[in-house]
Structure formats: C-alpha cells, structure tokens
C-alpha cells in the first residue's frame, strides 16, 4: 500500500475508465506539455518525499498531478535507473494521443499586480 509520500501504483481494476480527456483539469494538461516538452524525472531523496523535478523550466508538476496523470495511464517512467538518482518521466501513446487531441494548454493566469498605494497630498 502506497504511504502518502509515495507515487501510487496505477488502478488497472477497472479496464471500462472514462475517456482520460473529459478528467483532465488544466494543470493535469500543463503537466502533459512539459512532460513532452522538458525532462522530467520522478526522484526520491534518501531521506524526505517522491518529488518531481522539472529541467529547462520555472514550472513545476505536483505530486497529485503525477499520480492523477499516472493512474490514467498518460504517463510511465523509466525504471532503468535508480529512483534515488531519478527516473525520467515520458508520455505513454495514450497520453501523447491526448496531447494532441487537447492542443495547448491554458496559459497560467498572471499573479494579479497589486494596485499602487494612493498618492498622499504634497506640499
């Protein structure tokens, strides 16, 4: 059973799932665009929680995002190396087919810029 902080393994009980692109939220279709457009690698630090970590972008992928991505068999990784060094994360055909059905994905809404303070009267 998977603890909190650990990547939880995909439920493959239920062959007859919803179409991935109707559960798909605009940070889960982010989270697509920069698995096919960056490196990404799944790594577990010796000590502390599964962190996903994003190479060539300030953007980030958050470990619900990954699990939700996973358990909808859009993305895999590459176990071939240690998962203390890191695991590059890739689309799997399901969610590169999603991709392209989806298109770009929303821009992120900028942080809104606080009004500046009213001016006082000068003498």
Do not use: C, K, W
Not at 57 to 76: K, S
Not at 82 to 98: C, E, M
Request: glycine share 4%; hydrophobic share 35%; charged share 20%.
């Amino acid at each position: 059973m998977p603890t909190p902080s650990s990547p939880r393994a995909p439920d493959h009980s239920n062959s007859a799932q919803p179409d991935p692109v109707s559960r798909l939220t605009p940070a889960r279709h982010r989270a697509l665009e920069l698995i096919a457009r960056h490196h990404v690698t799944l790594y577990r630090p010796l000590r502390g929680p599964f962190r996903v970590h994003t190479s060539g972008t300030t953007a980030r992928i958050t470990m619900p995002v990954y699990d939700a991505l996973a358990d909808a068999r859009l993305i895999t990784r590459d176990v071939t190396s240690s998962i203390h060094s890191g695991q590059r994360v890739l689309l799997t055909p399901a969610g590169q087919a999603t991709l392209n059905a989806l298109g770009a994905a929303p821009p992120l809404r900028p942080a809104p810029v606080p009004s500046p303070a009213p001016r006082g009267r000068t003498r």
